[in-house]
C-alpha cells in the first residue's frame, strides 16, 4: 500500500472527536452493587472539544487500569445519548456483570 492511501486508511479509523468530561459522581474508586440504580453526572473538562460542540455519547463500564481497561458493559441510554439531555444519568448495571481481575 502506498504511503499517501495508508494515511487516508488510518485517518479513516481515527474517531471525529474526543470529548474530555470529568466525571463527578460517583466519585472515582465508588462501588456499586449489581442491579442497583445508580446516578452517573459528568462535567465538562475544560479541554478540547467542548461538551457544547458535541451531539451525542456512549456509555461504558470497563474494569481494570488506565493501561489495560477491559469493557464490560455498555449502558442502554434513556435520553438516546444526547449531550442536549442533559449532564446527568440513571443507570443499573446487570447483577453478575464484572471481571475476574483486579478492579473489576
Same mark, same amino acid.
Given at each position: 500500500?502506498?504511503?499517501?492511501? /495508508? !494515511? +487516508?486508511?488510518?485517518? &479513516?479509523?481515527?474517531? !471525529? /472527536? !474526543? /470529548? ?6 460517583? /466519585?472515582? @474508586?465508588?462501588?456499586? &452493587?449489581? @442491579? ?7 462535567? %465538562?473538562? #475544560?479541554? &478540547?472539544?467542548? $461538551?457544547? %460542540? ?6 461504558? !463500564?470497563?474494569? #481494570?487500569?488506565?493501561? %489495560?481497561?477491559? =469493557?464490560? +458493559? =455498555? ?5 438516546? #445519548?444526547?449531550?442536549?439531555? @442533559?449532564?446527568? $444519568? ?5 447483577? @453478575?456483570? *464484572? *471481571?475476574?481481575?483486579?478492579? &473489576?
Amino acid at each position: 500500500m502506498r504511503p499517501f492511501n /495508508a !494515511l +487516508y486508511f488510518f485517518a &479513516a479509523l481515527c474517531p !471525529l /472527536a !474526543l /470529548a474530555d468530561v470529568e466525571f463527578t459522581v460517583p /466519585a472515582a @474508586g465508588a462501588s456499586v &452493587a449489581g @442491579g442497583t440504580a445508580f446516578t452517573v453526572t459528568w462535567t %465538562d473538562s #475544560g479541554t &478540547a472539544p467542548s $461538551i457544547s %460542540d458535541l451531539t451525542a455519547y456512549q456509555l461504558f !463500564l470497563e474494569s #481494570g487500569s488506565n493501561t %489495560d481497561p477491559q =469493557q464490560l +458493559y =455498555q449502558f442502554a441510554l434513556t435520553n438516546g #445519548g444526547l449531550f442536549s439531555a @442533559g449532564s446527568t $444519568i440513571t443507570v443499573t448495571v446487570p447483577v @453478575g456483570t *464484572g *471481571g475476574t481481575g483486579t478492579n &473489576a
